[in-house]
């Protein structure tokens, strides 16, 4: 069985490839944001997996079809294993981005977002959503299997209702993991990681419990234990 960690590698790509050094690519995967993507560019990509990892691409492509299109390509040539779209992007959005992995010979998986676990009941309000979280995350899961995605992120919270709602073979990826002494931070939907996995989720981001530890491998030794 692979791992089912993924640890993000929010930093500059020095720090990055330092700390890729440290870890076997046989117990996690690494996940790259826009952070490390801006200042690394598709060249950090290259070294991550000439070091063996197999790479989230984390960019929630979010624009008009032909505009996401282009960039599900580009992504596609880089050779990623996963890579994210905004489910808030459209139905429109979502098919075209389906269709051009379909067409692919390579076909990483592809995940839409459905609400950063950064934000809650209220936060949602704020920017104009009457629903609740759950029911959003929930709507835009739904669009996401319909329109032929692999799978959404969503937060730990709402990993046991969208197994149950949208069956075994859609993919569940979870951030906002955190064990009982961490610090939500700037998370607001969280849970720890053996919650995550117990309620139905196939992968979780790891970040900052991982990658500030002072044995980095260590520590994703110890969490791969407890689960």
Same mark, same amino acid.
């Given at each position: 069985?692979?791992?089912?960690?993924? !640890?993000?590698? @929010?930093?500059?790509?020095?720090?990055?490839?330092?700390?890729?050094? &440290?870890? @076997?690519?046989? &117990?996690?995967?690494?996940?790259?944001?826009?952070?490390?993507?801006?200042?690394?560019?598709?060249?950090?990509? *290259?070294?991550?997996?000439? %070091?063996?990892? @197999?790479?989230?691409?984390?960019? *929630?492509?979010? /624009?008009?079809?032909?505009?996401?299109? +282009?960039?599900? &390509?580009?992504?596609? $040539?880089? =050779?990623?294993?996963?890579?994210?779209?905004?489910?808030?992007?459209?139905? $429109?959005?979502?098919?075209?981005?389906?269709?051009?992995?379909?067409?692919? %010979?390579?076909?990483?998986?592809?995940?839409?977002?459905?609400?950063?676990?950064?934000?809650?009941?209220?936060?949602?309000?704020?920017?104009?959503?009457?629903?609740?979280?759950? @029911?959003?995350?929930?709507?835009?899961?739904?669009?996401? *299997?319909? $329109? =032929?995605?692999?799978? !959404?992120?969503?937060?730990?919270?709402?990993?046991?209702?969208?197994? +149950?709602?949208?069956?075994? /073979?859609?993919?569940?990826?979870?951030?906002?993991? #955190?064990?009982?002494?961490?610090? *939500?931070?700037?998370?607001?939907?969280? %849970?720890?990681?053996?919650?995550?996995?117990?309620?139905?989720?196939?992968?979780? !981001?790891?970040? #900052?419990?991982?990658?500030? /530890?002072?044995?980095?491998?260590?520590?994703?030794?110890?969490?791969?234990?407890?689960?």
């Amino acid at each position: 069985m692979s791992s089912p960690i993924i !640890v993000a590698l @929010d930093m500059g790509p020095k720090s990055a490839l330092e700390l890729v050094n &440290e870890l @076997d690519p046989n &117990e996690c995967k690494v996940k790259v944001g826009s952070q490390l993507f801006t200042s690394g560019g598709p060249e950090i990509i *290259k070294k991550l997996k000439d %070091s063996g990892f @197999d790479i989230f691409l984390d960019l *929630k492509f979010h /624009d008009i079809p032909n505009t996401v299109k +282009k960039a599900i &390509e580009a992504s596609i $040539e880089l =050779g990623v294993w996963m890579l994210n779209v905004h489910a808030l992007g459209s139905k $429109e959005m979502l098919r075209t981005a389906s269709q051009v992995i379909k067409q692919s %010979s390579i076909k990483p998986f592809l995940i839409g977002v459905t609400v950063l676990t950064s934000l809650d009941d209220k936060s949602l309000k704020l920017v104009g959503f009457n629903k609740f979280v759950d @029911d959003q995350v929930l709507l835009l899961a739904e669009l996401c *299997k319909q $329109e =032929g995605l692999d799978g !959404v992120v969503c937060s730990p919270k709402e990993v046991g209702i969208l197994r +149950k709602k949208l069956g075994n /073979d859609f993919l569940l990826v979870t951030p906002g993991i #955190r064990s009982n002494e961490m610090n *939500k931070r700037d998370q607001k939907r969280t %849970s720890s990681v053996e919650l995550a996995l117990q309620n139905g989720a196939n992968y979780v !981001v790891i970040g #900052r419990e991982i990658t500030l /530890d002072a044995d980095p491998k260590g520590k994703l030794r110890q969490i791969l234990e407890t689960v």
